[in-house]
């Protein structure tokens, strides 16, 4: 009796050992086979650190898992592409004009597909229907693309100090002659200030404007004075003022 106890206890030790190594296959596996769902196939041409497991989230909330990434060959692009598989949870409706897109590839984030829903009224995705995800971009290739511009903003720089330092360059000889003009128009300004020549003089001196004053006055208080012939002076100073 103590051996048939003894084969009985081993026989359920052995059936739970194989169940709960069966638990952790399924758990290892990423197979739903104790959740209800759809699968959702979407087709990235660049997926960086994202593998299977990953989140699925919208909105921010967590809808699904990644169960599969595999590289297969795109017959209508001729190049090799990266198919992710995901799992949806059920009672989550995924519709044809909603985005995908791979978040979180940097190092303090979490990788996971993002779904983005858009208005409009589109069909739910159907089973065998593959999405196009959102193009994702390379670290290395934005890092490339930065060195470009910066290799090409610094000859653009060279030779914009190659055009300034050429006596010969229109551009040197344009920034000469506004140097000139400005020069020039100083010592203009600088005239006029200080009362010389003829601006400066009706600008500056109060005793000349007095005198145009007083004379404007009078004119307008007595035109008579114009029509007479001993008013030379008077028209004279009269039409150059209007002048």
Known sequence: MK????????????ILGFVFLTLVLFFISGKDWFRSGYPVDVMFNYVS????????????VRVGEVSQVSIIYDKVKQSNRVKVKLFIEKGVE????????????????????????????????????????VPLVAPEELIDRAHETLDHLSSVTGSLKDMLKSPDGNMYQSFQNIEA?????????????KGDGTVGKLLMEDELYKEMDALVKDVRAHPWKLLKKDSK???K???LFLA
């Open 94 to 133: 995924i519709r044809e004009n909603y985005t995908f897109t791979i978040r979180g590839t940097h190092i303090l984030s979490e990788p996971h597909v993002e779904i983005s829903p858009n208005p409009g009224a589109f069909p739910l995705v159907r089973k065998g229907v593959v999405m196009e995800g």
């Open 49 to 60: 650190i994202l593998n299977k497991g990953a989140p699925v989230r919208m909105a921010g």
């Open 233 to 235: 002076d008077t028209r």
């Open 237 to 239: 100073w009269y039409f």
């Open 3 to 14: 051996k048939k106890s003894n084969e009985v206890s081993v026989g359920v030790f052995v």
């Open 181 to 193: 003009s400005s020069a020039s128009l100083s010592q203009i300004l600088g005239k006029v200030e």
